[in-house]
């Protein structure tokens, strides 16, 4: 696919973990810094986590330091946003972001 398309979205009950996937068939994506946002219910997107081309730095908002971890495989094109220990503040749509591109967005909802 051209665009960025994200998977791995679900219901998990809090303490959980979830996966989310973002790809796309461009390499052009290789080059560029990628992000992960969200947005809540009624709330603004915010940034979640950022990883540069080469994968040697990355960052993490603060609600999620310490249990979300960003990374990607640039052989399958894709950018990885791994989530654990799941807060149900952490229920959102998560997008996918680069180069001025975003995806369409995959639910995450955290619930007992």
């Known amino acids: 696919q051209d665009r960025l398309v994200e998977s791995g979205g679900g219901l998990v009950q809090p303490g959980g973990s979830l996966r989310l996937s973002c790809a796309s068939s461009?390499?052009?994506?290789?080059?560029?810094?990628m992000a992960w946002y969200r947005q809540a219910p009624g709330k603004q997107r915010e940034l979640v986590a950022t990883i540069t081309p080469d994968g040697d730095r990355t960052t993490v908002a603060d609600s999620v330091k310490g249990r979300f971890t960003i990374s990607r495989d640039h052989a399958w094109n894709a950018v990885y946003l791994q989530m654990d220990n799941l807060k149900i503040e952490d229920t959102a749509v998560y997008y996918c972001f680069g180069r001025g591109e975003w995806g369409q967005g995959t639910q995450v909802r955290v619930s007992s």
């Open positions: 461009r390499s052009i994506f290789r080059l560029a810094t």
